[in-house]
């Protein structure tokens, strides 16, 4: 009788405790319908830093589906925000306030620089630039940031001039 309350005891403890697992989760969903995956790798294929799908069948086949740029925010969306932008594998550190003419890119070290032709390309990135030398006053466009992925709070990028990635964090005004 002991035995059978403990084993009771122990089945509805484990119960509760999926239940409880169940609840922090979506429900199941197929990643890759009608698929024979035996392996998946999620790597950028095109350079264009965003992760993609890759996957080898059983039978020896790859294949691949590239991560589509579904950008929840958009240009009409970025005028009024401030953004912390962060180098990846850099101790630099930028903020972006958008504008509805541009904006303005303030340095770690207190320098201002023209957000400038803020635009949204064919293939869903988005591009702006700064001028090279510091100053409101300045124009041109030397120094160029391509954004491969916006979401209402986070965007990832590439600055073209450094050739490193980065990610920016939206901040409360």
Not at 47 to 69: C, E, F, I, P, Q
Not at 142 to 147: A, K
Request: glycine share 6%; hydrophobic share 40%.
């Amino acid at each position: 009788m002991k035995t059978s309350v403990i084993t009771l005891s122990a089945l509805l403890f484990a119960g509760a405790a999926n239940a409880a697992t169940a609840e922090d989760f979506g429900v199941t969903q197929d990643l890759l319908i009608n698929e024979d995956v035996k392996t998946l790798h999620i790597v950028d294929i095109n350079a264009d830093n965003r992760k993609d799908l890759v996957w080898v069948t059983s039978t020896g086949a790859v294949k691949y589906k590239l991560k589509n740029n579904d950008a929840l925010a958009s240009l009409e969306s970025l005028p009024g925000t401030r953004w912390r932008l962060e180098y990846n594998g850099r101790n630099e550190v930028k903020f972006l306030n958008f504008t509805g003419q541009g904006g303005v890119l303030e340095t770690h070290d207190d320098k201002f620089y023209r957000i400038l032709d803020v635009t949204m390309s064919n293939t869903g990135t988005l591009d702006f630039c700064t001028p090279l030398n510091y100053g409101l006053d300045k124009t041109g466009c030397q120094w160029q940031y391509s954004v491969t992925e916006i979401l209402p709070n986070v965007m990832k990028g590439v600055d073209k001039r450094l050739n490193a990635t980065w990610v920016a964090y939206k901040l409360v005004n």
